[in-house]
């Protein structure tokens, strides 16, 4: 027996409606095609669903019976309905998200905070790791998405870029290079200089600097956080770069910063896995984010 969805959805039609007409006017078709596949089924189950009567049709035992499991069938159809309507809306769905400590204390929560309001239902995690480890979890499905520095060159990693964050120079405000507005590769010939950790863009573009122009330091210290490095700056053990968001979130009266030249940036880029599509909730975040990538922070 091959019973097809249309005969089954022309009988639901006419059990709920009473007559072959109203059934036709219910699912915009004419009174002859819901006729014929009321005949087919009829036919098809070998037993007839209805009586014929001057008052109009009148449901059989076997129909009655039918109904309920038909009934039951398309109100499992109207769930997963609504549950394929949620999930275009996103109203079931988490979202997992690394970001480097610098983006982690104002930047994110406040994309966040904008992007939960806009989606109420959804759960967010964020978490805050270095760049080689953003990148390395995402390739191994442990975050959905990752922001932090481009490091990688894994083919697993899709990378989407977003904004690039000025770097200055920090120093004690009684140091001697505090009273200049632009410090230069040259500035910091003898001075001991606290170093971000090599695969930093940040170390990698001063060294690159300081080779070229033949500037000798004394690389004393070598941290993986800005904030770190700060602190240390703070402490009167050296002069060093970071990035400004970074700045903006560590307020000491003792620290200064002043512009660097030539100019050194820190590239911002939004890292997905190649080795699964992006989910539809995956894709919006990421959108958002592009969008919501606040100019002030390239100022």
Known sequence: MRLTYRQIEFFKAIMERGTITDAAQALFVSQPAVSKALSALEAEMGFPLFVRSKTG???????????TEVARSFSGLDVLSDVARELKEMKHGRLVVGVIPALSTRWLPLLAARFLQAHPEVKFTFEAYSS???????????????????????PAIRRTELFALDVAAVMESTHRLAAKAVITPEDLAGENLVNLSRPDVIRRQLEGLLANRGVDVSRRLEVALG???CRL????????????ETLSNYRSESLVARRFQPHISM?????QSTRRPASQLEHRFAAYAVEHAPAALTT
């Open 132 to 154: 080689p480890q953003i990148a390395q979890m995402v390739g191994q499905g442990r975050l959905d998405i990752g922001i932090a520095q481009p490091s990688t060159r894994d």
């Open 233 to 244: 700056v703070e402490q009167g053990v050296g002069i060093g770069l970071v990035d400004v």
């Open 227 to 229: 904030s770190t490095l």
């Open 57 to 67: 049709l009148m449901p059989t035992f076997e129909a009655r019976a039918f109904y």
């Open 267 to 271: 590239p911002i880029s939004l890292l």
